[in-house]
Nanobody, 130 residues
């Protein structure tokens, strides 16, 4: 049984960098052909795909977030991470990591469905506020 768990601070000040890590157990992040995704949901909005770390070590980022997002992985720890810089209150959301076999979508802002991914973390609330 694959399990994912998000970790990181729940409160970030505006203009700072949000950093989250997803720890995976019960499966390897190098297993063909899975993508390890970051997805968020702001209050009243749909699930937004932010980006992913691929089984072969490549980061993929949503076009709308490309300028301020970094995604990386640590295969020795079976973890992948998200860094979102210059945050504003609009970045307040529940942040999820999830496993899937496809990469977001071609739209500038990519909204996804929960059933597109087979395993999810429980989600972590991140609030951007001074």
């Amino acid at each position: 049984q694959v399990q994912l768990r998000e970790s990181g601070p729940g409160l970030v000040k505006p203009s700072q960098t949000l950093s989250l890590t997803c720890t995976v157990s019960g499966g390897s992040i190098t297993t063909n052909y899975y993508y390890w995704n970051w997805i968020r949901q702001s209050p009243g909005k749909r699930l937004e795909w932010m980006g992913a770390f691929s089984y072969d070590g490549l980061p993929y980022i949503s076009p709308s977030l490309l300028s301020r997002t970094r995604i990386s992985g640590d295969t020795s720890k079976n973890q992948f991470s998200l860094q979102l810089s210059s945050v504003t209150p609009e970045d307040t959301a529940v942040y999820y990591c999830a496993r899937g076999t496809t990469l977001g979508c071609s739209d500038y802002v990519c909204y996804v469905q929960r059933n597109e991914y087979d395993y999810w973390g429980q989600g972590t609330q991140v609030t951007v506020s001074s």
